[in-house]
């Protein structure tokens, strides 16, 4: 106890120099130029086969078999992969961590919607410094352009979410709904079922920032324009308005199932055919699998539903890339990590373990698109997938404090779907909420 | 504790006899009015028990206040002492750790500071009070983040002791240990063992414990109540699940059905919270006599 | 100082070291932190007292502590009511199987608020929950529990149940101890069961119900679990300034508003000293 606890003691201390002697170049994020490539391949080979150790802090499940298989193949290197709860709790945890300024891990998992806000920050550090720049058509297009902040990268990606119609085969049979190819497909498709069976909904939403986001992506919107430190954002705008009429539509009607998203009744109301569908990201199987064992074989995908017959858009919902701290002691090594776990061995490994890929080799194989999914009712779910993957509209950015904002989202937008006003007044609320919060965190905002 | 308190004098008296007590008829309108309470307090446990019998499955088709089909209640206590490589185990294991360090060291301090209070005339003796009133005042979660950032510059953040020193702190047991040693310790007999040259400590430990035992009872089960139940400070302080209490880690649990890629086991997070509150129910139910009069004597000379 | 005062010190010492620790420096952390300002862009500055015009002037917080404040003058009195109601049946010797009773009431206070929580989330579930079963065996349409006009009373329900037991103990345990001679006295001037309650027991209780209303003063201020639990359920009723407990949480971990967080910390912390203040002057008025 006692020696840990002085190397504890002294690794805080120097981190904290560390910290201190950074502040000084570091304040302003609006420096836009990459960073020169300073480590080559050969160095980050180098610096497997040397060794050290890693913390890496990511929920998702599985990496687990990704450091085993890594911690093999380079036996000098330990890797310390810490599940720290998901999305929020891990960032609350990474941001306090740097703020005290120790026990920042050397790698992070960081959802593409976060990522922007670390990078602003400067908790994350530029990928151009090893040459990540020569990855260029390793990843597919949407995630690709998700770790971008101009010419600058902060992540790898690790998976991603093209969105796509997972619907319950059985009830949509039972009540004869055809699959929804376009939206007003699918307003009448939930009217249609709830008139039939007033217990069951053609989906659930109770306001998820994550979905709406991702619903006016695809719709055409673009509420946020980013440009370094100036930001705009705008949710009056004829795409946010798309989706707004739809499904103010569906709230009016009381179309929608009122069950928040992951939660024991949503569970199971996907399993007792509650919930008919579920317009998501195409990491969603895996997940079916676990959470909805009742359901297994009656539930398939099909291509998201669109604003106009014919089109073939679809948006990002969800995903997650992995990123090197600012902190860290050993980045080299931290890249070599993370160009294992989302480029080599381990995307074909993770694939494998059934999460959806970002990178174009995996999500091309043969046998990744002819892979049966018996939960599924052995349907080739990834040539659906892999197509929506190819498809994700361009030009969507986030916000650099959408954490923040996405964590207020219900205190707005909620009240629209308790009788309390608008999706757009509830958006305008929102919009509101984040310009205030970004002008108080020194923004500008236009 | 909040009150200036109106000390009466200290006239011991022992709780009367329960023969004396009874008298007057029973009335079961008096007791059929209470029923209802009781079954208001005991419909969310027995709802938990017989929750604890059904599978994840089960857990939402069927009736909440009845059994379902088959009784899984063995093989979900099975899986929760499994589940994970059996981390269950080691997280009661850690919280019973916390608990003996923490809530037996929150009432040994309290009981040391309670007598200190309580028979020492000294100066400052008001200011300990009125600051102490004071600071429990501020809501500890709204601490949360500054502790963090303390306990990190001292680097016991993710250790044992980022939970073990703030649950040495519990407030009620030093108002509890300070009444106590007011009313359950006399004057004279510290005067007296003075007089024959005992040293100060030692009359503590060797007159004044015995004394103090219920009401060191009391607190202590009070005490472990409060260091059980503690969340939120691990959530922030540790990151090793390896370390983590039992509440946080069936939180996380539960949490993980929010986790994409994570399991979803509402039943395991079922059967854990039971088997999770057993033990306390357990010990309040067999050290019921000490408790109950330690509180006896410690709430009433206010 | 005399040898006398320097051994009370001695005793009490060790408590106020780890109270310097655990509560001391962070609330004097939080104290320093109130006065700057750190953004994303711009780093931190010194901002004075700007901090606490802020939270005077912020909707936010001060719904908030509206909220806690209908919580604690609706919730408290009937909580502590019916804590002592039982504690008077309990005490009465006229309650059959009264120990059970005694014991019974007061096991949810060994229930962790995690777990209650939980528990009664499942049950108010209008979808899937107890609320449902209700609605279908009695064909009614019940309100749902968790919709954002009754989320309030829903937790309500949830710290009575967890605490009504415990505050009837303490209320108990203090009847308890009244001279039994009082009773005979009072059963010789053929005083009726509620008049020994007015005129006995009721006095005798006076200090340990301000105690309890103490406690239950800063519980409330300070609600914090129960909302957070029951948010993954109801995520429009329960704001992320729900209570000032929860804004302070969210302010930091949420927006890293670390500063503006130790700020609302401060303030909630000296309005709920200025409320028990209040309520132990009158109390201890009203006695005199």
Known sequence: MRMTRRRALLGAAMSLTLLA???????????????????????????????????????????????????????????????????????????????????????????????????????????????????????????WSSVHAGDKIYGLPMDSGPMALFYNKEVFDKYGIAIPKTWEDYAAAAAKLHQANPKAWITSDSGDAGFTTSMIWQAGGRPYKVDGTTVSINFADPGTQKWTGLWQGLIDK????????????????????????????????????????????????????????????????????????EASQNKTLAYGFMKYATVAEGAQSRTDEGAFPATTAQINADAFKNKEFPYLGGQKANEVLAEAAANVAPGWSYLPFQVFANSVYNDSVGKAYTGGGTLQDGLKGWQDASTKYGQEQGFTIQ | MVAAPTIRPAARRRPRPAAVRIRGRKSWTLTVLTTVMLIYTMLPLAWLVISATKTQDGLLSSFGLWFDGDFALLDNIGRVFTYQDGIYLRWLGNTVFYVVIGA????????????????????????????????????????AVPT???????????????????????????????????????????????????????????????????GLVTALLFNIVVTWNNLFLPLIMLKDRQLYPITLGIYT?????????????????????LLAIVPLIAAFLLLQRYWQSGLAVGSVKQ | MTRRSWIGWQFVAPFLAVFALVFLAPIAYSAYLSLYRTKLIGGTSFVGAQNYTKALHDPQFWSAVGRVSLFLIVQVPIMLLLALLIALAIDSGRLYGAAFFRISIFLP?????????????????SQFGLIRNLNEWFG?????????????????????????????????????????????????????????????????????????????IIGSFQLFTEPVVLRTIAPNAILTYFTPNYYAWQLSVGGQQFNYSATVAVVMGLLTMLVAYLVQARAVRKAV
């Open chain 2, 104 to 143: 037996g060291g929150a009432t040994l301090l309290s009981a040391l500071a309670g007598y200190g209070l309580a028979k020492f005339e000294f100066r400052g003796r008001r200011a300990v009070f009125a600051v102490i009133l004071g600071a429990v005042a501020v809501p500890p979660t709204a601490l």
């Open chain 1, 21 to 143: 002697a950074g502040c000084g170049s570091s304040d302003d994020g609006t420096d836009s130029t990459p960073a020169k490539t300073t480590v080559s391949d050969a160095d980050v080979e180098a610096a497997l086969q040397a060794g050290g150790n890693l913390t890496v802090w990511a929920w998702e499940p599985t990496l687990t078999k990704v450091v085993a298989d890594f911690q093999i193949k380079y036996p000098k290197v330990k890797v310390n992969l810490i599940k720290n709860g998901s999305g929020n709790d891990q960032y609350t945890a990474l941001q306090n961590a740097i703020k005290a300024g120790t026990g920042v891990p050397d790698v992070a998992q960081i959802e593409y919607y976060a990522l922007s806000q670390f990078a602003l920050s400067k908790a994350v550090t530029d990928l151009n410094t090893f040459g990540a720049k020569s990855l260029d058509g390793t990843f597919t297009p949407g995630p």
């Open chain 3, 140 to 216: 009614v349409t019940l309100p749902d529990p968790l919709a954002p006009n009754l989320v309030l009373a829903a937790i309500g329900n949830i710290t009575t149940w967890e605490f009504v037991g415990y505050n009837m103990i303490i209320l108990y345990a203090a009847l308890r101890v009244v001279d039994p001679s009082l009773y005979e006295a009072a059963a010789i001037d053929g005083a009726g069961q509620f008049r020994i309650i007015r005129a006995i027991k009721l006095p005798a209780l006076r200090g340990p119900l301000l105690i309890t209303t103490m406690f239950s």
């Open chain 1, 254 to 325: 009381k179309l929608l199932a009122p069950i928040p998203g992951w939660s024991d009744a949503w569970y199971k109301g996907l399993g007792d055919g509650t919930i008919a569908s579920l317009v998501i990201g195409a990491w969603m199987p895996p997940n079916l699998e676990s959470g909805v064992k009742a359901a297994s074989g009656k539930w398939r995908v099909a291509p998201m539903p669109q604003w106009a017959a014919g089109e073939k858009v679809t948006s990002e919902n969800g995903g997650s890339s992995l990123a090197v701290t």
């Open chain 3, 109 to 125: 206070y060994a229930v962790p608020a995690v777990v209650a929580t939980l528990m009664w989330g499942f049950m108010y579930g």
């Open chain 2, 253 to 273: 649990w539960n949490q993980q059905a929010q986790t994409v890629g994570g399991d979803v086991v509402f039943n395991l997070v079922i059967t854990g919270s």
């Open chain 2, 148 to 214: 963090f950032l303390l306990f990190a510059k001292a680097g016991i953040t993710d250790t044992v002791w980022a939970v073990i020193i703030p649950s040495l702190m519990i407030p009620f047991s030093l108002y509890l240990m300070w009444v106590f040693a007011r009313d359950a310790v006399p004057d004279e007999i510290l005067e007296s063992a003075r007089v024959d040259g005992a040293g100060e400590f030692r009359i503590f430990f060797n007159l004044a414990v015995p004394l103090l035992s219920p």
